[in-house]
């Protein structure tokens, strides 16, 4: 059973706000990831994190941000929503580095649907 | 590098019938290969995976694939389909490692019709 937990499921904002999308598991998980996804659309990894005080860029720019100073929090953060910003947002994460063969799997959070006006 | 295709965007059955879905990948090492599963307005599931041993993967759902290593494929099949099956399936590739990421195809919508 997977937990990891994404809040708010859904959110409708105007643009020019500041948005933060929180995601939190409790597996213990050194990686954790964020994803954005149109609808019915492929996922596109936007940021990754292998630790605390990790953070990288994936392989679609975002203007979002991310912070990683606890091992189980992983909040994005958009300071200035944009309509081109509505997708949703799924944050995942898989096991730490030294446990077992690594094998990639990733367990996902329910998404956070955001719509900017 | 590493790379996942899936073969039709979409899929429609009936209900009762086979589920086919395809997924072909390259992967320079022997790969780990999963198929996710998404509903309307979820996250991703993990329906199966394969690791090493047995190259028939049963998973939740009554679905399995195989893994062919000759044909570089791992298809997704299910003998009788259910409406609850409509949803969108993710094949995913990684090579394992500290460091690896899982490589996703680009989906395929499951219809089941009446």
């Known amino acids: 059973e997977a937990d990891i937990y994404q809040t708010p499921r859904y959110l409708v904002i105007g643009t020019g706000k500041k948005i933060t999308l929180e995601c939190s598991q409790t597996?213990?998980?050194?990686?954790m990831y964020w994803y954005q996804q149109d609808p019915g659309m492929e996922l596109h990894l936007i940021h990754y994190?292998?630790?605390?005080?990790?953070?990288e860029k994936g392989d679609l720019s975002s203007e979002s941000t991310v912070s990683r100073i606890r091992t189980e929090h992983f909040p994005l953060t958009l300071e200035s929503a944009r309509p081109s910003h509505t997708s949703q947002y799924l944050c995942?994460?898989?096991?730490?580095?030294?446990?077992?063969?690594?094998?990639?799997?990733?367990?996902f959070g329910e998404g956070s649907r955001l719509t900017v006006l | 590098a590493q790379s996942v295709t899936q073969l039709g965007s979409h899929v429609s059955v009936s209900e009762g019938a086979l589920v086919l879905l395809r997924c072909n990948y390259s992967?320079?090492?022997?790969?780990?290969l999963f198929w996710y599963v998404q509903y309307p307005n979820q996250g991703l599931q993990l329906l199966l995976k394969?690791?090493?041993?047995?190259?028939l993967v049963k998973g939740i759902n009554g679905f399995e694939a195989e893994f062919k290593k000759s044909e570089t494929s791992f298809h997704l099949t299910k003998p009788s389909a259910h409406m609850s099956d409509a949803a969108e399936y993710f094949c995913?590739?990684?090579?394992?490692?500290?460091?690896?990421?899982?490589?996703f195809g680009t989906g395929t919508l499951l219809a089941v019709q009446p």
């Open positions: 597996m213990g998980h050194d990686k």
């Open positions: 394969y690791t090493t041993g047995a190259t």
């Open positions: 992967s320079s090492v022997p790969p780990y």
């Open positions: 995942a994460s898989s096991e730490a580095a030294g446990v077992g063969p690594n094998t990639g799997e990733l367990f």
């Open positions: 995913a590739v990684s090579r394992g490692g500290a460091t690896n990421k899982l490589i």
């Open positions: 994190s292998y630790g605390v005080n990790s953070t």
